[in-house]
């Protein structure tokens, strides 16, 4: 006897209930990238759909401003201080799957809810974790269909949301290729030079670095040139249950998703994360396929990983512990 349409409806309903309360923090919370944007108010936010995710950019100042006296000439001469970076959503899908002899073997109601939330559980982790370690990556992955992770918005070569850094060097990010150990030396540079001025051109706010992520290895390296009473935990990520610590008001964490040797230096203001609102963790109904005994639904995600000003991020290979 297949599985009734009533059970398919309960499992519809628990499903959807559980997507909208717990998905995204539970995804999102993962991973230290993740969970800082996310406590910053960076994720988890929507935009409003098409083929293509729009984001404004200023490049450079107004010229026209002038101090004058009197009746001085006024300068009006036409500006073209906006840019577009222009991204292109990806999805993600995770399937919950219920055949029916394992669903007859779990009698009564409440063992098939347990059984379908472990389904549920099983398919957040997998979203979780294939999402987290595509934001580390550039992309390119399953043929371009991945998420456009870090490896490409904190580079200072290649064309990044349709913008070519060899022709716009203000879309390049800070990058320090030096093979050295693990140092406050080259971190404290590489915060200033992400912090920068507002005079090098562009009429944004300085950059503030408030995120650095690291390899385990490298994370332990630095750790162990504090002292011990230097050894601050970071507030944002310390509240989600992280342990990291602070450099130049940086918090420090590290990810098992990191490449050997690199650091990715953020600012959280100018990246997000936004999705698509119609599959925003999404889910659809329990459906039983033609030619199965078996009960379907998916979750849905579909977004990107935007930035708006990658000169205030930056990248540091080739370190050692």
């Known amino acids: 006897m297949a599985m009734s349409n009533q059970f398919s409806e309960l499992a519809t309903t628990t499903l959807r209930k559980y997507a909208s309360l717990n998905l995204a923090n539970q995804v999102f ?13 960076q994720a988890g936010g929507t935009y ?6 729009s984001e404004p950019l200023m490049y450079k100042k107004n010229d026209t401003v002038s101090s004058y006296s009197g009746y001085d000439e006024l300068n009006n001469t036409p500006q ?37 939330k472990s389904k549920i559980k099983q398919a957040e982790m997998s979203l979780r974790d294939d999402l987290s370690e595509d934001s580390y990556l550039d992309g390119t992955g399953n043929s371009s269909k991945d998420i456009t992770g870090l490896a490409a918005a904190c580079s200072a070569s290649g064309t ?3 913008i070519s850094r060899s022709t716009y060097s ?29 005079a090098m051109g562009a009429p944004d706010m300085v950059g503030v670095c408030d995120l650095i992520i690291c390899s385990q290895t490298l994370y332990e390296s630095f750790e162990a040139l504090l002292e011990p009473h230097l050894r601050v935990q970071g507030a944002t990520l310390g509240a989600l249950g992280w342990e990291t610590l602070k450099f130049k008001g940086a918090e420090l964490a590290f990810s098992e998703y990191m490449p050997s040797g690199t650091c990715y230096f953020i600012s959280s203001e100018y990246m997000k994360v936004v999705a698509h609102p119609e599959a925003n963790f999404s889910t659809d109904e329990f459906q039983k396929p033609v030619n199965q005994d078996a009960q379907v639904a998916h979750i849905y995600w579909m977004g990107e990983l935007v930035v708006n000003n990658c000169r205030r991020l930056g990248v540091a290979t080739n370190k050692t512990a």
């Open 80 to 116: 073209d201080t906006a840019a577009t970076a222009v991204f292109s959503p990806k999805s993600y899908s995770a399937s919950i799957t219920l055949d029916g002899e394992t669903m007859r073997k779990n009698s009564g109601e409440a063992a098939k809810i347990n059984l379908l």
């Open 160 to 162: 990044y949301a349709d």
């Open 170 to 198: 203000w879309w390049a990010a800070q990058s320090d290729a030096t093979a050295v150990a693990m140092d406050t030396g080259w971190m404290r540079t590489m915060i200033n030079d992400i912090r920068g001025s507002s």
């Open 48 to 53: 409003d759909g098409g083929e293509f995710i």
């Open 29 to 41: 919370n993962a991973d230290p990238l993740f969970a800082f944007l996310f406590a910053k108010g």
